[in-house]
């Protein structure tokens, strides 16, 4: 199964329950029933305060032999870009006439980093890296921010005491039907 009709027989079992995926599966004659492990594959999501982080840690030091085997061919050497977007860099710009919108300048979670990374990379083996290597890839890309040291853990209760420079520059959705 491939993942994406993975993430789609857990939307219809959330939804619709087995049933669901069931009556679809005779209807369309494609897809089976998710097994336990294909869920749970899919299934989970990181919050900003880090619920949802498995177990795992890494380090910048780490992170960075990984970083060099799986992301700097799109991202560069230094995640400056190249083929890819830039991760690091363009911090303060979003206000000026020429905003550089990166991991760094943008995004305000360091979870969310670890999230992207664990569900979209590497770009064609999405899902590959083991949680130490995804901890030590988030560590090295944080380290080139200025925002952790070489040798600094992170894991699930260190990664979402990370600071990131655009942490304040969103404003909470309060709506009543959003929670």
């Known amino acids: ?13 959330a939804v619709g329950g087995p049933q669901a995926l069931a009556a679809e599966s005779e209807r369309t004659g494609l897809g089976h029933e998710v097994t336990a492990e294909e869920l749970s594959a899919a299934g989970y999501t990181v919050f900003p305060d880090g619920k949802g982080l498995p177990e795992g840690r890494g380090t910048a030091l780490e992170g960075k ?8 061919a799109c991202h560069g050497r230094n995640a400056q870009g190249e083929d890819a977007a830039a991760l690091v860099g363009g911090r303060g710009s979003l206000t000026s006439e ?16 670890w999230d992207y990374v664990r569900r979209s990379m590497p770009y064609e083996a999405p899902g590959s890296l083991t949680n130490d290597e995804i901890y030590g890839v988030v560590a090295h890309l944080l380290n080139l921010m200025g925002l952790v040291g070489e040798d ?15 942490r304040d520059g969103f404003v909470p959705d309060d709506r009543p039907d959003t929670h």
């Not at 020429?98 to 980093?113: D, F, G, I």
């Open 98 to 113: 020429r905003p550089r919108k990166t991991v760094e300048s943008y995004w305000p979670h360091a979870t969310t980093l």
């Open 65 to 72: 032999a990984v970083y060099q085997q799986f992301c700097a």
């Open 1 to 13: 199964m491939s993942r994406r009709s993975g993430l789609f027989a857990a939307a219809l079992i």
């Open 152 to 166: 600094d853990v992170l894991d699930r209760e260190s990664l979402p005491n990370v600071e990131m420079p655009n």
